[in-house]
């Protein structure tokens, strides 16, 4: 039996960089989640799925991940994702550079 539907954010790699990224409403792809487009449609969200699907020339590893309503934007509902936004973890670079100060 299929689990009930929850909000959620396409998101992949991008394939030049590695870097995680999400898809925004007007079809671009982002480093920052909180730009994501916010799916709350089960069918909406597996139209965007094959969308960013189709895209291998930008993205590899396409997926959905859950994702909840928040002041900015959506935010990540499990700690993967969360860890997902901060960027690569082996040295300062990516996202993690523009953090440092």
Excluded: I, Y
């Amino acid at each position: 039996m299929k689990g009930r539907f929850t909000p959620c954010v396409v998101t992949a790699n991008d394939l030049h960089l590695g870097d995680c990224v999400w898809l925004t409403a007007c079809d671009r792809w982002t480093r920052h989640h909180h730009e994501a487009e916010l799916l709350l449609d089960e069918a909406h969200a597996q139209l965007r799925l094959l969308h960013a699907l189709r895209q291998s020339h930008l993205v590899v590893g396409a997926t959905q991940a859950e994702a909840r309503p928040g002041p900015r934007g959506p935010e990540p509902v499990h700690f993967r994702e969360t860890f997902r936004t901060r960027g690569p973890s082996n040295r300062p670079h990516g996202k993690q550079a523009d953090l440092t100060p």
